[in-house]
Every structure is written in structure tokens, then in C-alpha cells.
């Protein structure tokens, strides 16, 4: 008997490595970006009608490509534009109906990420960058810059961030009454 593929979609993806950014289209099933990324038997993705660039240059496309392979091990980050390509809220919200917003600031070696967490329970950070097999971060409502040219800037409604290259991590609970603006404290990125 033969076996029934997974359904596929395709979505747009911008991807950020240490040197570039590549933007097109990724082949997801129903578990969406964070399945892809967060797939055990693959430790590669493919991105197709890929657009090249440099993250010191962010104006100047180097190259377009049909597809390009990327490891996923030096992939920073993952951004989409619509918040259902990350995956079902299952995947992102670990299974918990209540979950806190926790407005956050985080840096690696190349990038800094400002964004909103979806965190159930009490916020505990040993959990959130080292348990569970999950590798990417899920952030909501986000913007990633480059930390050296920081005119190379990236605003989504969602994006993944690897677990493995997180630096620094700072986070304010927001309240239900709270506007849309960040908490009063300052988290430091510009």
C-alpha cells in the first residue's frame, strides 16, 4: 500500500546566517517553519527562488537563485510574514491554554531581536534556552538588526531564533491592561 505524503505548502522565508540573508520560498507540511527547522532526519532545508545577500551590504542582491541549501545548525534566524507559517499554536505554545506575553531583547554574535514571548506558566529561563528538543525560539511581532550594520533591519509578524546562538536575554512581563508600546524599563538595543 503506498503511503500518503504529508501535505506541502509553500511559504516566503527570510533567512539570516552570519553573513547573509536569503529571501524566498520554503516547502513546509502542516507543522509549518518550526517543523522544518525543528526536523531530526534533515540537519539541511532548501529555500527556493532564493534571493542572495549580504548582511554588510543589505541593498545589493549578490545572486538569484533557483534554490539554495542552508544548514540549519548556522541559521540565526527564520522570519515569516504571516504567524500561522511558523507552525500550529500546539507547536509554539507547548501545549498550554494560558500563556504570559513577555516582551523580550535578545542578542547573539551577529543580531539583535526585539520581539514578544509566548510563555505558559511562570517564566523560567533554564527551560526556555536548554529544555525540551526544540531548537528555534519562537517570536512574535518582532524585528531583528544586524549589530554591526544596523541599517539592515527586518520587521515580521513571526520569526524563529536559534536556541544555540543566543547571547544575551532580557524580558518584562506584559500586563493584559498594557498598549502595545514596551514596558517602561529600557532593554537597551536601539
Given at each position: 500500500m503506498a503511503q500518503r505524503a504529508l501535505t506541502k505548502r509553500i511559504i516566503p522565508v527570510h533567512v539570516l546566517t552570519a553573513s547573509y540573508r536569503i529571501a524566498g520560498t520554503a516547502k513546509v507540511s502542516n507543522s509549518g517553519l518550526s517543523g522544518l527547522l525543528t526536523?531530526?532526519?534533515s540537519q539541511f532545508m532548501t529555500i527556493m527562488d532564493a534571493s542572495l545577500g549580504r548582511i554588510h551590504d543589505p541593498d545589493f542582491l549578490v545572486q538569484k537563485l533557483p534554490d539554495i541549501r542552508l544548514v540549519k545548525e548556522h541559521i540565526h534566524s527564520a522570519s515569516v510574514k504571516r504567524r500561522q507559517d511558523i507552525g500550529p499554536i500546539g507547536i509554539t505554545r507547548a501545549g498550554y491554554e494560558h500563556v504570559n506575553l513577555f516582551h523580550i531583547a535578545i542578542t547573539d554574535s551577529?543580531?539583535?531581536?526585539?520581539g514578544c514571548?509566548?510563555?505558559?506558566g511562570r517564566?523560567?529561563?533554564?527551560?526556555?534556552?536548554?529544555?525540551?528538543?526544540?531548537?528555534?525560539l519562537p517570536i512574535f511581532d518582532g524585528t531583528v538588526r544586524s549589530i554591526i550594520y544596523p541599517e539592515m533591519e527586518i520587521k515580521s509578524e513571526a520569526?524563529?531564533?536559534?536556541?544555540?546562538?543566543?547571547?544575551t536575554f532580557t524580558h518584562a512581563l506584559k500586563k493584559?491592561?498594557?498598549d502595545s508600546s514596551w514596558p517602561g524599563i529600557p532593554l537597551g538595543l536601539t
Open positions: 526536523d531530526s532526519t551577529t543580531f539583535e531581536y526585539e514571548l509566548e510563555w505558559p517564566f523560567d529561563f533554564k527551560a526556555l534556552l536548554s529544555a525540551g528538543t526544540w531548537e528555534y520569526m524563529l531564533v536559534n536556541r544555540k546562538h543566543i547571547a493584559a491592561d498594557d
